[in-house]
């Protein structure tokens, strides 16, 4: 009813993406309804471009061993480019971002160590239980299969959040994606764009306190001819 908090906004507004999980397994219907929360996922003449491997136990203790592995020799593999310009408000957005990470981890900008130490959490899941790996064909220049893998992901985290759970993409895990295709026997032509690691958030974790700002509408948002969107109440 208008004046009242909608169910949705209140999830899609208190979501958050932590970077460390309590190591408690999901039950098989929580898992299996989250991911049939993501197939109802809109996508570009009905698609429905995913495939995405859930990894947990000791699939997901195995995998991890793998990335870690991969990093320690150098052996990156991303099936896309990444990057947020030489300068400019993306790259101010995500060194603000790693800023906030560090400080509240206790890292030093100087700690080169324990800098890599917070980066190789990444490829432990952040201790989560259980990840997901979202891969999608190659069609056209991949950007509207993009798009589609995009939506999937977010009814992925809504619904993750929606049942008191946890979710973090993580774009990291993509960048080790030969060493994931070949642990998962996925074929060459199916590209990782990214990886979900979810669980429970670990309340007593001192990085989960990290609250990241979004922009106004106003630095983000134009409208023609609809009067009032943008006014500040």
Known sequence: MPGTTSAFTDIARSRRSPRQFLPTALSPSDIR???????????????????VHVVSGAARDALAKELLRAEEEGRTSPDFTDGYGEEGVYVERSQALGASVYRVRG???????????????????????HAAFLFMPALGDGVR????????????LLSLAARG?????????GVYAD?????????????LL???????????????TLRTERVP???????????GVLDRP
């Open 217 to 227: 509408l106003q630095r983000s948002v134009v409208v023609h001819d609809t009067p």
């Open 145 to 156: 299969t993009a798009g589609d893998i995009g939506m999937y992901a977010q009814n992925f």
């Open 107 to 129: 890292v030093e900008r100087s700690d080169r160590d324990g800098r890599r130490e917070a980066v190789r959490e990444n490829l432990e899941f952040y201790g989560a239980p």
């Open 179 to 191: 060493t994931v295709r070949e642990f998962l026997g996925v074929p060459a032509e199916l590209k």
């Open 33 to 51: 309804g989250v991911l049939e929360d993501a197939q109802t996922a809109p996508s570009n003449s009905n698609t429905q471009p995913w495939t």
């Open 194 to 208: 990214f990886g979900i690691s979810f669980g429970m958030a670990d309340p007593a974790a001192p990085v989960n």
């Open 165 to 173: 759970l946890a979710g973090i993409p993580q774009t990291i895990l």
